[in-house]
Nanobody, 115 residues
Framework: QVQLVESGGGLVQPGGSLRLSCAAS????????MAWYRQAPGKQRELVAS???????NYADSVKGRFTISRDNAENTVYLQMNSLKPGDTAVYTC?????????WGQGTQVTVSS
């Protein structure tokens, strides 16, 4: 059974940091592009960052310089380090695994940036 399980969300003050983790199981992790998406209330889901099996990364303009995506292919885990968080980063963050024949989503984890 293919499964993505996110963790690490929570409440943080503006300027703070959080690290999200996404543990994958039931798939050959190295064959997937991994990504983090987010969806704020009343807004469309947007791509935050993605990373290929070889480590090539892509970021939304709104998070460049603040967020870092990384992956550990030995541990089947992808991470999102989020620094200098802003209230506008408040959203449900969801992990995604995609390749030429598969598209898998996690359940999501809430990130709230508020004082």
């Amino acid at each position: 059974q293919v499964q993505l399980v996110e963790s690490g969300g929570g409440l943080v003050q503006p300027g703070g940091s959080l690290r999200l983790s996404c543990a994958a199981s039931g798939l050959i992790f190295s064959q997937y592009v991994m990504a983090w998406y987010r969806q704020a209330p009343g807004k469309q889901r947007e791509l935050v960052a993605s990373i290929t099996s070889g480590g090539a990364t892509n970021y939304a303009d709104s998070v460049k310089g603040r967020f870092t995506i990384s992956r550990d292919n030995a541990e089947n885990t992808v991470y999102l380090q989020m620094n200098s968080l802003k209230p506008g980063d408040t959203a449900v963050y969801t992990c995604n695994a995609r390749n030429w024949q598969d598209d898998v989503w996690g359940q999501g984890t809430q990130v709230t940036v508020s004082s």
